[in-house]
């Protein structure tokens, strides 16, 4: 019952480094999201996927960038990284799309912080 | 801009009360979803309305999709500490544009 997993869980980074946040899962799922949640704003979508090599901006898309290779795995790149990025990243993925009502699986989240 | 407008932002209640929060917008929906985040988890899904009017009910819990499809609310009965969460609204308006929105967090207490 893996379902949608994400690693590391906690990471520390200082302004100006790059990281990779992973996501896999393993419910053969064709749609796959990257979300940032900040306190008070709720959920935004930074990517998303729609099958394997297909990837498309979501609403807050600067700063990072994504690559689907699998089906399985959506990781999240950040290249320079900025204090504005500390937030929890959640991955999450979908047997289909939202538009029709599709429940969105969540891993646990990835909590990064900038300094 | 925020899709989906969730209200109150924060609702603290005794455990035994009943609570409604809500979740309203200018736009028709062609469906909308509830979900429930937990401290240091990922939201989990409790209900996906579709039809103008639908009411759902997941044991004490009650959704309710509004006639115009542009709003919705959760009504939760006799609460239980183990109701305490975040609630968010999801949804896809008619132009294809999903999000969620910023939550309604409730606590109850014993």
């Not at chain 1, 053969?28 to 996927?49: A, C, E, T």
């Not at chain 1, 600067?62 to 991955?91: I, K, M």
């Not at chain 2, 401290?39 to 009650?62: C, D, F, M, S, Y």
């Amino acid at each position: 019952n893996a379902g949608v997993t994400q690693t590391p869980k906690f990471r520390i980074l200082k302004i100006g480094q790059s990281m990779t946040l992973q996501c896999t899962q393993d419910m053969n799922h064709n749609y796959m999201y990257w979300y940032r949640q900040d306190p008070g704003m709720g959920l935004k979508l930074i990517y998303y996927s729609v099958g394997a090599g297909i990837t498309d901006k979501g609403e807050v898309p600067n700063g990072y960038n994504v690559s689907r290779s699998t089906t399985e795995d959506f990781p999240l790149r950040l290249e320079l990284a900025a204090p504005s990025q500390t937030s929890v990243y959640f991955c999450a993925s979908s047997s289909g799309p939202p538009a029709l009502g599709q429940p969105q699986h969540f891993g646990d989240g990835t909590r990064l912080s900038i300094l | 801009t925020q899709l989906l407008e969730q209200s109150p932002q924060f609702l603290s209640i005794q455990e035994g009360e009943n609570l409604t929060v809500y979740c309203n917008s200018s736009s028709v929906f062609s469906s909308l979803q509830w979900y429930r985040q937990e401290p240091g988890e990922g939201p989990v899904l409790l209900v996906t309305v579709v039809t103008g009017g639908e009411v759902k009910k997941l044991k004490r819990l009650t959704f309710q999709f509004g006639d115009a499809r542009k709003d919705s609310s959760l009504h939760i009965t006799a609460a239980q500490p183990g109701d305490t969460g975040l609630y968010l609204c999801a949804g896809t308006d008619s132009w294809g544009k999903f999000q969620f929105g910023a939550g309604t967090q409730v606590v109850v207490t014993p």
